[in-house]
């Protein structure tokens, strides 16, 4: 096994040949590390070529992991800004309370916490208010993307993911849904059951799946832009 690192367009990229290994892999690990398994004796510039083909993915896929990240690190501290729908909210922590609780206002998000409350315990109870915000909005905006698309799914499903949006079972019918949509614009979340829905007609991401998308959704791409930029 032969390693090296590379830089391209201001990323550092490690790439390792392996003898055994008949295709290119690339994958992005924790903090952003991206690395590209290749077999051996492909040459350089066959290797280079395939990274550069699928560079923008692999900013995405660096960014969104890094977007999880920062979210891991938040301390769940007074001062801190947390996003429901778009919208930054600050945080304000009374830890002198019977229990856990999470209230909204126009401008402030009031967490309750029990005095000692770890910082695991704290997101847990944060977990489970963006899922029920989720909860909240899911079932209209599915039946009205159901409607726009006259496609139906089985079911709708909320998990929390760390590389996908959504995902979509073809054979089940069932759409699963990232719960960090509720830190997102309303129209995010939009588009990503359009997107999941699509699937059901065409399981792959080929010419006739962006066009059945931009015909249900011509904004798509202004909002899929929104979507991998905001917090």
């Known amino acids: 096994m032969n390693k090296e690192e590379i830089v391209m367009e201001g990323l550092f990229i490690e790439i390792i040949r392996k003898r055994n290994m008949k295709n290119l892999y690339i994958r992005v690990k924790e903090k952003g590390m991206v690395t590209v398994s290749a077999p051996a004796k492909w ?15 692999i900013r995405k896929m660096r960014d ?54 770890t910082r695991k315990e704290k997101e847990k109870v944060f977990v489970e208010w963006y899922r029920q915000e989720l909860k909240k909005v899911l079932p209209t905006m599915a039946q009205e993307c159901e409607k726009k698309t006259g496609i139906s799914a089985n079911e709708f499903r909320i998990k929390n993911m760390k590389t996908r949006w959504g995902t979509c079972n073809v054979h089940e019918g069932r759409i699963w849904i990232n719960l960090q ?51």
């Open 43 to 57: 040459k350089d510039e066959d290797i280079k070529r395939l990274i550069f083909k699928n560079l923008s993915k």
């Open 64 to 117: 969104r992991i890094l977007d999880v990240e920062r979210e891991r690190s938040k301390e769940y501290i007074s001062g801190e800004y947390h996003y429901l729908w778009g919208k930054p909210y600050q945080l304000q922590v009374n830890e002198r309370g019977r229990k856990c609780k999470i209230e909204k206002t126009p401008t402030n998000i009031f967490f309750t916490v029990k005095e000692g409350t």
């Open 181 to 231: 949509l509720a830190k997102k614009p309303m129209d995010c979340l939009e588009y990503v059951l359009i997107h999941e829905l699509v699937h059901l007609l065409e399981k792959n991401h080929t010419s006739r799946f962006y066009r059945l998308v931009e015909d249900f959704y011509p904004t798509w791409k202004e909002t899929k832009k929104r979507l991998d930029r905001t917090p």
